[in-house]
């Protein structure tokens, strides 16, 4: 069975930095993994994915604050997130993608205040 357990969100004022991580156990196959984020009364958006070899994609609004990577061996991505703005506050969530499946974490909760 596959898990994702994210880890690392908590509350920190703006300008500050924090990093996520989340682990996958159950397989190795995994393809992409990313990282996708809710605030309270939005919907679900993208912040940034990562395939196994390592191409990134990010959203506008994280672009140059933001970092995504993975270790393969491991099978964990991480979000290295600098100058953080109270609007990135949100639950993040991790994804992962196996054999054309879409798994995800329960999420981890990040507050940015002003």
């Known amino acids: 069975q596959v898990q994702l357990v994210e880890s690392g969100g908590g509350w920190v004022q703006a300008g500050g930095s924090l990093r996520l991580s989340c682990a996958a156990s159950g397989s190795r196959f995994i393809t992409n993994m990313g990282w996708y984020r809710q605030a309270p009364g939005q919907q679900r958006e993208l912040v940034a994915t990562i395939s196994s070899g390592g191409s990134t994609n990010y959203a506008d609004s994280v672009k140059g604050r933001f970092t995504i990577s993975r270790d393969n061996a491991k099978n964990t991505v991480y979000l290295q997130m600098s100058s953080l703005k109270p609007e990135d506050t949100a639950v993040y969530y991790c994804?992962?993608?196996?054999?054309?499946?879409?798994?995800w974490g329960k999420g981890t909760l990040v507050t940015v205040s002003s």
């Open positions: 994804n992962a993608i196996i054999f054309g499946i879409t798994y």
